[in-house]
Structure formats: structure tokens, C-alpha cells
């Protein structure tokens, strides 16, 4: 085995390289999220490949998915409404990542339990790989509880927040 002098600073051909590379990645992550966006419920699995450069991601699928699914209730956040029932429609996760309430940080929250929400409004974030996902309300209704923290990491398809239809 050999070892590398430490002082030796790396040739212009291999740092241009790495940043192809790394150009090459974040172009397959970028269109590897609005490819799951579209997609009406998450894939089994998905392999991109870009030239020499492949990324492949596995889901699991069958009965395993439905425990997990049906496992305890969240932890309620501060403004959750104390009753929710099961038959409350849910507004959900669009993908994997870190679900944010507000804009930005500091910022007021999109919705509050209470808020009324017409088709298409804007009531989170979800954030993947530097790619902020809007959480939208596919129907109009009344928060009824808050199902998820800011901050909080969400699978695809989580709960997020449930509502009472109009």
C-alpha cells in the first residue's frame, strides 16, 4: 500500500471532474424529485442514469408498509385540535423529507388549526434534497388538527394534516 504525501494538492483534471460529477448529481436529484412529484403514489423502485452515473432507490412494498402505517398516532403539535376523527380526509406528504409549516423560518405558519383552505392553497413545505415541495389542499375545508411538527421528517404519503370538508 502507498501512502500520499499530504502537501500534495490535487491535479485541476481530477477537481474538474469531481464537479462534473457533482453537476451530473444534482441535475439527477433535482429530476428525480419532480419525477416523484408526478407520480399518483410512490414507486416500488426507481433507477436515473446520466452518462457513467447511475443512482437507483428501493421502496419497501407489501404488508410491511401497512404496519408502519397504521402504527401509533404522531406527536401532537402545539395548536392540534384535541378531537380528530378517523373519518377526517387527510392533506399529505407529496414525498419523503422534512415537512415545514411556514415559509421560512421565523415566518407565520401557512394554516392554523381552524383556517379554512380552498383546492390548491399552499399549507406546508416539504423539503428533499434542497428542493422545496409545496403541500397544497386538494380540497376545500376547515384544519382540523396538525399532524406533524415543524421540522419533523415525513415518509411519502404522511398525514400531514386533517380537515374538515366544505
Known amino acids: 500500500m502507498t501512502t500520499m504525501d499530504e502537501n500534495v494538492t490535487p491535479t485541476p483534471e481530477l477537481d474538474s471532474a469531481q464537479h462534473d460529477y457533482l453537476q451530473i ?52 403539535a402545539t395548536d392540534v385540535a384535541t378531537e380528530v376523527t378517523v373519518a377526517d380526509p387527510v392533506i399529505r406528504a407529496p414525498s419523503v423529507g ?5 415559509p421560512q423560518p421565523g415566518a407565520e ?19 428533499a434534497m434542497k428542493l422545496m415541495i409545496p403541500v397544497t389542499a386538494e380540497a376545500g375545508g376547515v384544519v382540523t388538527a396538525i399532524l406533524k411538527q415543524d421540522g419533523d421528517s415525513v415518509q411519502f404519503d404522511e398525514p400531514l394534516f386533517s380537515y374538515s370538508p366544505e
Open 98 to 102: 422534512v415537512f415545514y409549516r411556514s
Open 109 to 127: 405558519p401557512f394554516v392554523a388549526v381552524g383556517d379554512r383552505v380552498s383546492p390548491g392553497r399552499q399549507v406546508g413545505i416539504v423539503e
Open 25 to 76: 448529481l444534482d441535475a439527477i436529484q433535482s429530476g428525480a424529485l419532480r419525477l416523484l412529484a408526478g407520480f399518483p403514489a410512490q414507486p416500488s423502485g426507481l433507477r436515473i442514469q446520466v452518462g457513467e452515473v447511475t443512482v437507483e432507490a428501493q421502496w419497501p412494498q407489501g404488508p410491511g408498509e401497512a404496519a408502519v402505517s397504521a402504527g401509533a398516532a404522531p406527536a401532537p
